[in-house]
């Protein structure tokens, strides 16, 4: 046994620049995205976190608007970090980039700086006490009628990057989740390396927010991907590839009854679910030529 | 509670305002070392970076930073850790 005891989760880092002794909550799925972002980072990266509440990182970070960041603060950092190794501004955000159509993603991505932009997605607003975030998760209430097929697909639509990957001036994208680790620490090397700006989303399920016990957030992070809700792709020298299938595309119904917030659905609302889910996942399997 | 420590990392000075997270805690992992193969899964999926390796090879938490999330349990391959119970610290009956 003591032959074959070189195990791969050995292989990373062993320096946590993700400072210990954190406040986030039992099981964050945030926090285990950041934390294997910085390990994949290691030394050639600054990371910038935007939010109000102070952060934790071993890393050069600041408090700052998303739109404002761009234009004073990466300029800055590049400054001042910068020595005889290259760094890359690396800046990690929630959904918010995706806020008010797009719009502070877009004038960021119009600058064509050189950065590394982190989604970490768990579809809600944390500084603003857990508040839904855009774009909508598609079990919201609508106050006239119970969403249909079509309210569905749109949600689905506005949540998935490779939608428009292709109209962002991108050089590098790519969605990954929490629940695959080495997938997401090589998507991440990865953007480092690549010049220009480059945008790597990751799934992380939130124990508090979603209402699911905190040792499942590995599992639901799993489950995304393998339901198909959330595929993981990469976007790289114009093409688009599929790294994982859909292995059980009928768990849709699993993954969204895991979750204490979705407890009003109705089976036969789930189908419907199931239905624009499995649209969604062949519109990308068109896109990857498979 | 430690003491404020002033260090630098990769070059930038920064404060550490260390607090311990003993108060989230309702259950404490164990590793049964008979069991263990060393593969550090658990070490890879703790969100709070708690665990680590300790004398030859084996990966316990430290229950300075642990929460108790029992995430580590849930993707142990061989099973070998579990949660005992613990009772909370006392606390002042207006917090």
């Known amino acids: ?290 | 509670m430690k003491k404020k420590e002033k260090k630098s990392l990769n070059g930038v000075p920064v404060t550490l305002d260390f607090k311990s997270n003993e108060d989230f805690r309702r259950e404490r992992p164990s590793v049964d070392r008979d069991k263990c193969i060393k593969c550090g899964v658990c070490y890879l999926y703790c969100p709070d970076s708690a665990i680590r390796s300790v004398d030859e090879g084996y990966f316990e938490a430290d229950l300075e930073l642990c929460k108790g999330c029992s995430l580590c349990k849930k993707q142990c391959v061989t099973g070998c850790i579990s949660m005992l119970p613990e009772t909370l610290p006392l606390r002042h009956p207006l917090f």
Not at chain 1, 69 to 74: D, E, I, K, Q, R
Not at chain 1, 89 to 95: Q, R, V, Y
């Open chain 1, 1 to 290: 046994m003591e032959k074959y005891s070189v195990y791969v989760p050995k292989l990373l880092p062993k320096q946590e620049n993700f400072i210990v002794g954190r406040r986030s909550c039992r099981g964050c799925g945030k926090a285990l995205a950041i934390r294997f972002a910085s390990k994949a980072m290691a030394e050639c990266g600054a990371l910038i976190k935007t939010d109000n509440k102070p952060q934790a990182t071993g890393y050069a970070w600041d408090d700052m608007e998303f739109p404002s960041l761009v234009g004073s603060v990466v300029r800055s950092v590049r400054k001042s970090v910068s020595g005889s190794s290259y760094k890359k501004p690396t800046i990690a955000i929630d959904m918010k980039a995706f806020d008010g159509s797009l719009v502070a993603l877009q004038s960021m991505l119009e600058k064509t700086e050189d950065i590394l932009v982190i989604l970490y997605d768990n579809e809600k607003y944390m500084d603003t006490l857990i508040m839904e975030s855009k774009p909508l998760p598609f079990g919201i209430e609508y106050h006239h009628h119970a969403p249909g097929a079509k309210e569905v697909r749109f949600a689905l639509e506005s949540r998935n990057l490779f939608n428009f990957a292709e109209k962002l001036s991108l050089s590098y994208a790519a969605s990954s989740s929490i629940a695959y680790p080495f997938d997401l620490v090589d998507k991440v090397k990865r953007g480092l390396k690549i010049k220009g700006t480059a945008v790597v989303h990751v799934n992380s399920p939130c124990p508090t927010g979603w209402m699911f016990a905190p040792a499942d957030t590995v599992k639901l992070g799993a489950l995304a991907v393998e339901s198909g809700f959330n595929p993981v792709w990469e976007y790289k020298d114009g093409k688009f590839s599929l790294n994982m299938a859909a292995r059980k595309p009928e768990s849709v119904k699993e993954y969204v009854r895991a979750q204490k917030r979705y407890r009003y659905m109705s089976d036969a609302f789930i189908e419907t679910l199931n239905e624009a889910v499995r649209i969604e996942f062949e519109k990308l399997q068109k896109i990857c030529g498979k």
